[in-house]
């Protein structure tokens, strides 16, 4: 998997929208970018994935940047319930590589 | 809830000794991923199964042993258990056999306490 670089925290506030960059600048033209998140004492969870177009879904949206070296998940109103690690994975291989991922704290 | 068990919840033994935890897959899914997440070492891919046959090998240890069933559950064997191998071990499925589009779905853990 492309190495990835995640700020290691961020804070929200409630009910504001949320950025949360990932720098892959290695990462090859059929990585697909991946998101997980982990909420505090659970496993972890799917956000979104992509490859090149922005996605969206119900959760977030995914924005690539064109030359696919950057990329930046989008949570349009943060709430409580999304203070968790948020994951970006690089993903060329049957495997996902995690690295810290980023701990976003969700003030009210 | 995503539809991946894993048995048991919590688990506590002594150094020396064996234990196997289990995990059963969402209905329909045919790959299973096994996990360790420590505090020192962050969430570790360990090893994947496909409808039964090992698919990949990460960070796996050779006291370590996993196999999937015929009915697509699978079992994570630890023996020789040390003080390290403390930890939240995750089991993930998905449907296919991990191509670089595949989403995983990760089960609840369990969580291992060797003393």
């Known amino acids: 998997d492309a190495k990835t670089t995640q700020p290691n925290s961020m804070e929200s506030n409630e009910e504001e929208p949320v950025h949360l960059p990932c720098n892959h600048s290695?990462?090859?033209?059929?990585?697909?970018i991946h998101w997980y998140r982990q909420l505090p004492s659970q496993g972890p969870e799917y956000v979104i994935h992509?490859?090149?177009s922005n996605v969206n879904n119900r959760m977030a949206s995914l924005a690539i940047a064109e030359d696919r070296k950057s990329s930046t998940l989008i949570l349009h109103r943060a709430t409580l319930r999304d203070a968790a690690v948020y994951y970006c994975?690089?993903?060329?291989?049957?495997?996902?590589?995690f690295g810290a991922g980023t701990r976003l704290t969700v003030k009210p | 809830d995503s539809g991946v068990t894993q048995t048991p919840k919590h688990l506590i033994t002594a150094t020396g000794q064996r234990v196997t935890l289990r995990c059963s897959p969402r209905?329909?899914?045919?790959?299973v991923y096994w996990y360790q997440q420590s505090l020192d070492q962050g969430l570790q891919f360990l090893i994947q199964?496909?409808?039964?046959?090992?698919?990949a090998k990460g960070n796996i240890l050779e006291r370590f042993s996993a196999q999937q069933f015929p009915d697509l559950h699978s079992e994570l064997n630890l023996s020789s258990l040390e003080l390290g191998d403390s930890a939240l071990y995750f089991c993930?499925?998905?449907?296919?056999?991990?191509?670089?589009?595949?989403?995983?779905?990760f089960g609840p853990g369990t969580r291992l306490t060797v003393l």
């Open positions: 993930a499925s998905s449907v296919g056999g991990g191509s670089v589009s595949d989403t995983q779905y």
């Open positions: 209905s329909g899914d045919l790959s």
């Open positions: 199964y496909y409808n039964g046959e090992e698919r």
């Open positions: 994975i690089g993903r060329n291989n049957n495997d996902m590589r």
């Open positions: 290695t990462i090859s033209g059929t990585d697909y």
């Open positions: 992509g490859l090149t």
